[in-house]
């Protein structure tokens, strides 16, 4: 692993968001869902798909808040623009996916 500084750190805009719409995304190579996820006025709603249906049909992901990078280029993901990366954290089965654990302002920035 290597060290980087803070400011390399606050280069990575990493905001709360939630989902307000998810779908599966039966096009994509491995199985993923597609959401659609409010940062607030500031950054608004941004797009992207992910690999977490083992532990997630897209039914649980509405309403839930989220956290995710923002500011990296938009991805090409077969048919799918992903604009956001959605945070996770691998377990035995599959990814788990990182949130705060109280209700959050949409697009409050991580500190």
């Not at 905001?15 to 950054?43: L, N, Q, S, T, Y």
């Not at 995710?68 to 604009?83: C, D, H, T, W």
Request: glycine share 10%; hydrophobic share 45%.
């Amino acid at each position: 692993m290597s060290a980087i500084t803070f400011d390399d750190f606050l280069k990575v805009d990493i905001r709360v968001g939630r989902v307000v719409r998810a779908e599966a995304f039966p096009e994509a190579r491995k199985p993923a869902i597609k959401m659609w996820i409010d940062f607030g006025a500031e950054i608004g709603e941004r797009k992207t798909s992910a690999q977490i249906t083992d532990h997630y049909t897209a039914g649980d992901l509405i309403g839930r808040q989220v956290i995710g990078v923002v500011n990296f280029p938009p991805r090409q993901i077969g048919p799918f623009m992903s604009e956001v990366l959605v945070l996770g954290a691998h377990d035995a089965t599959g990814v788990i996916l990182i949130a705060p654990d109280k209700e959050v302002p949409l697009g409050e920035r991580m500190c």
